[in-house]
């Protein structure tokens, strides 16, 4: 006997424990097997592109870093060097060392919240998250000796960084550099061998390699589909072209995939580090810019390598202490254009880890 | 290094294909016009050579006389760059035909610049608002808004 | 025998739905709802005798009150750093985040409420049973913080709903929501079975 069934709507969100932020989903289903996706965003709008334009160059960096809050550091970087590259500002080769040095500990600290919170919305409920939530307590101390906060730092200035590093801030970092490798080995002892991560995830969630760039995906997600596109290599900026790294790529473009290159970055991360920490120059830490900066009337695209993806800064300048036009590019939300693609035809529990593994933010797809 | 290539050299390669598209080009950007905007993003993706499949960026700016719509090309294959534009001057109901055809990173960016600047894209299959609810009456992103 | 047909309703129509919930919340809510802070004036106190009845009671409320993750920006972060191993929010009882309020009674806000989310937390809050106490935690969720002047933010929660105890700070460090918690307990303390 045959069974006729009719599709419903289920919704998910904006209030749901499995996502990543006030998102929702309106997914159709037959039974259990989804048929369309529909996301729904905008519960986190702040119109922080329309506030910005009335505030200066220096006041706004404050809202970057309220865009993606678990990686607050690369935010700043990103509006700074595009303002930099805007009013065409030279800064100190110290306050470079220590852009990069803050930038790749940042990535550290945001995989390893999206390695946890993807084994979350696997079911491991709280475990991976707080194992690497130990880690990222010991960053965050760093974070606050440096700069006094843990969350949403407001670190870099247009010309350099704001405070120089204290000295107990050295033999901290050297101490944390030399342990990482062996937590990163602990948590792939305990988790890249496991049965149910790789029954749930490998070749769920696909995201074939030419979709992915008409998508324009971007960061580990782009890496995850076979696609060796980093920004820190193929358009450098500040001083990455001088330390040594790879780029890990991904095969599959499934979940596991997606997984596994976030888990690569970080050991790529503290390799940075370990060559950046013995290369630290004297010097000043800010270049001298006035305060009330006018950059002269032109617009800039500057965009950077974040751990979720490349971020971009578009600014429209007519000479005034305020930008015309600050146009943020943000990269989880482009991420999510092939989210329908990756999930219609699974079940509703794959539906939530593929959502898991692109790594949203909900405070930069809104703005 | 991604090269950002040079305005004037590749408004040459479109006039010759489409002429008459192009409106004016400097060493930054080229702008087209609103009716051969398709056909100069096709040529622009398709043509070996030049191969621009990721679109990098959608927005649009408001100036008080127009609104400007830009899009920032990448070739990932050849790592170079460019900066496409095109200008609508009628305030009341600016319109502009969609790209998502050629590339799918402009279905939501599109629908923002619809919902923040109230920019018709002919051809989205599905243009409603994203970030703002239904019914907000405005468009926040333009200048003459509150 | 007749089956229902179950309509399902379109996109547009669910949006539709949701507009209007928006546009009638955003009337009501121009002005803020008083604090429910009675608790402390000194009149009130000296009235109340509190029995051993009463006693018990608070202890056992305020020793295991089961949170609400309600978390929707930056702050959220915070909140779960005070729930994770170094700031234990375990040690005072509270280490289970409900997700469902219906099991939940005290409901933590935080980050930035906008007027597209303010019908979903006017939502959660009615369905949680009584007793029940709200903390507002950080800039935003007390009154806008940074983003107050812009077109789509609710200039602080207690325009929806009544809060008792704000913890102020841009997030507050876990040690400041801890705080917060403390003062929860007070107020918890205070009451007695005829005024609560």
């Known amino acids: 006997m045959a069974i006729r069934t009719e599709p419903f709507i289920l919704n998910m969100g904006p209030q749901h424990p499995s996502t990543h932020g006030v998102f929702r989903l309106r997914a159709t289903l037959d039974g259990e097997v989804v048929v369309d996706v529909e996301p729904v965003i905008g519960y986190l709008h702040r119109g922080i592109e329309k506030l910005a334009e009335g505030r200066t160059y220096t006041q706004n960096i404050p809202f970057t870093d309220r865009l993606d809050y678990l990686a607050s550091m690369t935010n700043n970087l990103a509006y700074v060097l595009a303002v930099e590259k805007l009013a065409e500002i030279k800064i100190p080769e110290r306050a470079e060392y220590l852009r990069v040095i803050m930038a790749e500990m940042m990535r550290i600290a945001s995989h390893l919240m999206a390695v946890g919170f993807f084994l979350n919305d696997l079911g491991a409920m709280m475990t991976p998250v707080l194992y690497m939530w130990r880690e990222r307590e010991k960053l965050l101390d760093l974070f606050e000796m440096v700069c006094g906060q843990r969350l949403t730092y407001n670190y870099m200035r247009i010309g350099g960084v704001s405070h120089d590093i204290p000295e107990e801030f050295l033999p901290a970092l050297k101490r944390f550099v030399a342990e990482m490798p062996g937590f990163i080995d602990e948590y792939d002892q305990l988790l890249a061998e496991n049965e149910i991560l790789l029954v749930r995830s490998k070749g769920v969630g696909v995201l074939p390699k030419d979709v992915a760039i008409n998508s324009a995906a971007s960061g580990p997600v782009l890496r995850a589909s076979g696609v060796k596109w980093d920004i820190r290599r193929a358009d450098p900026y500040s001083i990455y072209d001088r330390f040594d790294f790879d780029i890990p790529v991904g095969s599959a473009g499934d979940c596991y995939d997606r997984y596994w290159v976030r888990v690569q970055e970080m050991r790529q991360s503290v390799r940075i580090l370990e060559q950046a920490i013995p290369q630290l120059p004297e010097g000043e830490i800010c270049a001298e810019v006035p305060q009330l900066l006018r950059p002269s009337v032109g617009e800039v695209y500057g965009h950077i390598e974040t751990p979720k993806g490349e971020l971009g800064f578009y600014l429209v300048s007519d000479n005034s202490i305020a930008p015309y036009r600050f146009r943020i590019r943000p990269p989880t939300l482009i991420n999510l254009t092939a989210l329908k693609d990756m999930v219609i035809g699974w079940k509703v529990a794959d539906l939530i880890i593929t959502f898991g593994s692109i790594d949203v933010c909900l405070g930069e797809i809104d703005r | 290094m991604t090269i950002a290539l040079n305005g004037e050299e590749i408004a040459e390669k479109i006039g010759r294909v489409s002429p008459g598209s192009v409106v004016a080009a400097d060493k930054a950007a080229v702008i087209v016009t609103n009716q051969s905007l398709y056909q100069v993003a096709e040529f622009l993706k398709n043509t070996t050579g030049l191969d621009f499949d990721y679109l990098v960026d959608l927005t649009a700016v408001d100036y008080l006389d127009y609104f400007e719509v830009v899009y920032h090309l990448t070739s990932l294959k050849h790592n170079h760059s460019l900066v496409l534009k095109t200008r609508c001057y009628d305030r009341e109901k600016p319109a502009v035909s969609s790209v998502v055809k050629l590339w799918r990173a402009a279905d939501f960016q599109e629908r923002e610049v619809y919902d923040l600047m109230g920019i018709t894209f002919e051809g989205h299959p599905n243009l409603k608002r994203l970030l703002l609810w239904e019914g907000f009456v405005g468009h926040p992103l333009r200048r003459d808004y509150l | ?196």
């Open chain 3, 1 to 196: 025998m007749e089956i229902e047909r179950y309509e399902v309703p379109s996109s547009d129509e669910i949006d539709a739905a949701e507009t209007l919930r928006i546009n009638a919340l955003k009337e009501a809510s121009q002005q803020a709802i008083p604090d429910p802070d009675r608790w402390l004036e000194e009149e009130l106190r000296r009235n109340v005798l509190l029995t051993t009845v009463d006693y018990a009671l608070d202890w056992a409320r305020s020793r295991s009150i089961f949170p609400l993750m309600f978390g929707l920006a930056c702050c959220a972060f915070e909140m779960i750093g005070s729930a994770a191993s170094r700031f234990d929010i375990s040690r005072f009882g509270m280490d289970i985040f409900r997700w469902s309020p219906r099991q939940a009674d005290l409901m933590i806000v935080a980050g930035t409420l906008t007027w597209k989310m303010a019908p979903a937390v006017k939502l959660v809050y009615e369905q949680m049973a009584e007793p029940k106490w709200v903390i507002a935690m950080g800039a935003c969720a007390i009154s806008g913080g940074t983003f107050r002047e812009s077109y789509s933010v609710v200039p602080g929660i207690n325009h929806i709903i009544p809060v008792d105890v704000y913890v102020p700070g841009c997030p507050p460090r876990p040690e400041g929501l801890l705080y917060g918690i403390t003062k929860i307990h007070k107020k918890i303390g205070e009451e007695s079975i005829k005024t609560s």
